[in-house]
């Protein structure tokens, strides 16, 4: 026992060594010669990660779980498979050349890398950080890793500089979707991937990726790492923790997975040179969609030609982006209501009368898709009248509704455009700052104040026009920490983009207020339309773009958590009295 637990340690730094060749692989050009080093040594690792595998089996098999045991079988005969096929001959590679690739190898590191690195006991010690920091703290991380593999040189035509690779990255990091660099010109196949990895990583989360992986393979967690990510994931019960992260995956992947499949066949192949550029074309752009992220390899994103008319393709990636923006929770009920409501409807067909459920569609799902559907209907018809003869004057028909529908939707969060932002009229720009202020829901990929803080206000002040002392709807009571949180996220959005647009305002002069002040709400509702200036603004400027973006992610009433000292509750209270307000 004491020799396996060397020999694992052995096979985990080996298996961090063997990712760290496979980006330096990438991120460099190399002889052939340091090819086949390279090579040998991937052998080696995959070699050592299936010996420690059926080592790790041999010695717990009555312990592990069926789901894992199928897993690393799996793997291990998809690993000994891509070796057996590296050491046939050259006659055999002729009949199955689509597995006789580098790249296969590369994957099987990965696998791995996984298999080892989910073994690792991860430990949220919340005595040196509370649930706030660690998540504010795995965020900074994934920003600056980030920034640095977009600096290797395969990562892009003509090399970037650091502050241009740390804006894109917070930018997909924080799924914002502002550039300073087009996407699809300047950065290669190896930059675009990396930005691909960093926006799922921003938009579920890097620590639920890995919690819920380190669950699976070990099959339980302490105490304290339940209580730290139930604060993180918003899990009412601490036995639903894993559950909850297990429903994100699930969800995610599924939509994401569903979406670029029915991207890839609204697509026209004549756009495309090969079966892989419109594969990666459609998951690229499913992934943005759900993550709310907004980037786009094409370069003036959905309005580039033969494209802006692909209604279908639209049609697609603003339902992922909805999706996404309704939030997890939201999702999960809704689809807990869809069983509950067609089961009722066939027990009732078959003569049979189901258990009525009260509010399987609790409040929070309830208040979340009244306000979006009220902001996406209002701001649809007003895009339309608005844009009826100016940037929807190409389209037609049920073109023009798609397009003032994608239109009224995108800037809440998801920052795709499928028009010429610069020709919009004044109006329609005032209506996309309310609309991507308010932005999506919580506990979402999208950012923003959120849906339910925006209707909260307005029920607050509709009460008080009524003389009433509490918020009611739906025969339920806002409880008054929901309203004071509304009012703090409220306060402290105004103050971050107004300092952002001061400060911007100072570095660059000469530029537009209109214009700073739309980048700058696109950057703290992490929305990512703006009106042509993000790469003209100065060095200055990119990095108050650049904290407004983290900021609006992470949110600041979450910073001020993280940099406040919680104080217990005295029991006693002041006399009350009432200021002046009006």
């Known amino acids: 026992m004491k020799y396996s637990k060397v020999f694992f340690q052995v096979t985990f730094y080996t298996s961090i060594f063997g990712i760290l060749l496979f980006v330096a692989d990438f991120g460099f050009d190399k002889p052939r010669q340091v090819q086949e080093v ?37 793997t291990i005969l998809a690993t000994l498979v891509i070796l057996y096929v590296h050491f046939l001959g050259e006659e055999a590679h002729r009949h199955i050349s689509f597995l006789y690739s580098d790249n296969w190898v590369k994957f099987a590191i990965i696998l791995t890398f996984i298999r080892e690195f989910s073994e690792r006991n991860i430990n949220y010690k919340r005595t040196l950080l509370n ?119 699930v969800i995610t992947f599924s939509i994401e997975l569903v979406a670029a499949l029915l991207i890839y066949l609204s697509l026209e192949k004549g756009y495309f040179g090969s079966f892989f550029e419109r594969f990666f074309f459609s998951v690229f752009h499913a992934v943005s969609a759900f993550c709310n992220a907004g980037f786009s390899t094409l370069p003036n994103s959905l309005y580039e030609t033969g494209f802006r008319f692909n209604y279908a393709l639209q049609g697609i990636i603003l339902l992922a982006f909805v999706l996404g923006g309704l939030g997890f929770p939201i999702v999960v009920n809704i689809i807990k209501y869809l069983k509950y409501f067609v089961l009722r409807k066939l027990f009732y067909l078959a003569g049979h009368e189901q258990k009525y459920k009260p509010w399987v569609l609790n409040l929070n799902s309830r208040i979340t898709l009244v306000t979006t559907a009220t902001l996406t209907i209002l701001g649809a018809v007003m895009f339309y009248f608005n844009e009826y003869n100016n940037t929807l004057a190409e389209h037609s028909g049920i073109g023009k509704l798609v397009t003032a529908l994608f239109g009224a939707a995108t800037p809440r969060t998801a920052g795709f455009n499928n028009v010429d932002m610069t020709a919009l009229d004044f109006s329609t720009v005032m209506m996309i700052f309310l609309l991507m202020w308010v932005g999506a829901s919580p506990a979402s990929t999208g950012g923003g104040i959120k849906t339910n803080t925006f209707a909260i206000a307005t029920l607050n002040f509709l009460s008080l026009a009524k003389g009433k002392s509490k918020i009611e709807i739906f025969r339920r009571e806002i409880s008054e920490i929901s309203v004071r949180r509304a009012f703090a996220v409220i306060s402290l959005s105004l103050l971050v983009i107004g300092s952002g647009i001061i400060l911007i305002s100072v570095f660059d002069g000469e530029k537009k207020l209109l214009d ?16 042509g200036i993000t790469a003209q603004l100065s060095a200055a400027s990119k990095f108050v773009i650049i904290a407004i973006m983290f900021i609006g992610r992470v949110s600041m009433l979450t910073l001020l958590i993280a940099m406040f000292k919680k104080v217990k509750q005295k029991q006693y209270k002041y006399p009350v009295e009432e200021l002046t307000i009006n």
Do not use: W
């Open 131 to 249: 649930p706030a920091q660690l998540f504010i703290a795995s965020f900074l991380g994934i920003i600056f890793v980030g920034a640095l593999l977009l600096m290797l040189p395969n990562a892009t035509h003509d090399g970037i500089s650091f502050l241009d690779a740390l804006f894109t990255s917070t930018s997909a990091v924080c799924v914002t979707g502002l550039i300073v660099v087009d996407t699809g010109s300047y950065f290669t196949l190896f930059g675009q991937s990396i930005i691909l990895f960093l926006i799922q990583a921003g938009g579920i989360g890097i620590l639920t990726v890995a919690s819920y992986f380190s669950y699976f393979f070990k099959g339980g967690a302490s105490y304290e790492n339940q209580l730290t990510l139930g604060d993180m994931t918003g899990s009412n019960k601490l036995g639903e923790v894993f559950s909850t992260l297990k429903r994100i995956l």
């Open 516 to 531: 700073i002040a739309f980048e700058c709400f696109s950057a703290y509702s992490t929305v990512g339309l703006s009106l």
């Open 38 to 74: 390279f090579n040998t040594i991937y052998f080696f690792v995959i070699g050592l990660g299936i010996v420690s595998t059926v080592v790790r089996y041999l010695e717990r098999q009555k312990e592990m779980k069926r789901s894992v045991i199928f897993f690393d079988a799996a």
